[in-house]
């Protein structure tokens, strides 16, 4: 487990594409229970360890995730990511150029749980929840290119799908229209960035995550521009 960063009140954990953030019907151990015993035997606490969830990755995706390890920081975590106050950054690597180099997404998403899939229209419809996503083409190689995502709703896959929906399905993401998997079973999407005051002191963090131990990754990495060279 690759700690990001830690202090009393949050933790933060970048996640691989075979783990989930909760428990579900797999019965798989999570994340937030690797988290727990971390915790415990870090600091020899006796009893349970406190953790709090404050968002979710879907298990094929990879990056960062913030755990509250108080219930003061739990609380107003969860408000900043309700009401979208913090900056959330991805990466993901598709292999069609998209329809422009950078374009703010303005879509309808409906969920369809039995499927577990979103599907995506131009207009309001019934059970449509508006989704706003922007992309920018940041890197390309000579068979994909890497989209840099600032996520302004956080839907079900509003990724995956939104992207899908405009001709660029995710890298490895067979439930979306990519024509085949990732030899390590997950998508080529990666939770890169975070952003947010803290919800104690009040000071700003600013958290990148590595991207995953993988050629295509590594090399994209290298390719993309610096923090310094985007401002």
């Known amino acids: 487990m690759e700690i990001l960063y830690e202090d009393n009140h949050i933790i933060v954990v970048n996640k691989t594409c075979s783990e989930i953030v909760q428990g579900d019907k797999t019965g798989d151990k999570p994340l937030s229970e690797m988290v727990q015993e971390y915790l415990k035997e870090k600091y020899a606490k006796p009893g349970n360890v406190f953790i709090g969830v404050t968002h979710r990755l879907d298990r094929p995706v990879s990056g960062l995730v913030v755990f509250a390890k108080t219930s003061k920081a739990l609380s ?131 958290i990148v995550a590595p991207v995953p131990d993988d050629t295509l990754w590594k090399a994209f990495e290298q390719l993309a521009p610096t923090p310094e060279e985007h401002a």
């Not at 749980?113 to 083409?137: A, H, I, W």
């Not at 990519?178 to 700003?204: C, T, W, Y």
């Open 76 to 206: 107003r975590l969860n408000e900043m990511f309700r009401t979208h106050n913090l900056t959330k950054r991805y990466w993901a690597i598709v292999k069609n150029m998209p329809p422009k180099e950078e374009e703010l997404l303005t879509n309808y998403l409906v969920r369809n749980e039995r499927m577990n899939k979103t599907f995506v229209y131009d207009k309001q419809v019934k059970e449509g929840k508006l989704s706003k996503l922007s992309y920018k083409v940041i890197a390309k190689s000579e068979n994909y290119y890497l989209l840099e995502i600032d996520l302004m709703t956080g839907r079900h896959h509003q990724i995956r799908a939104q992207l899908a929906h405009i001709g660029c399905p995710i890298k490895g993401d067979l439930k979306y229209g990519f024509d085949r998997s990732n030899k390590d079973g997950g998508i080529s999407l990666h939770a890169r960035n975070v952003k947010f005051i803290h919800p104690v002191s009040q000071k700003e963090i600013d």
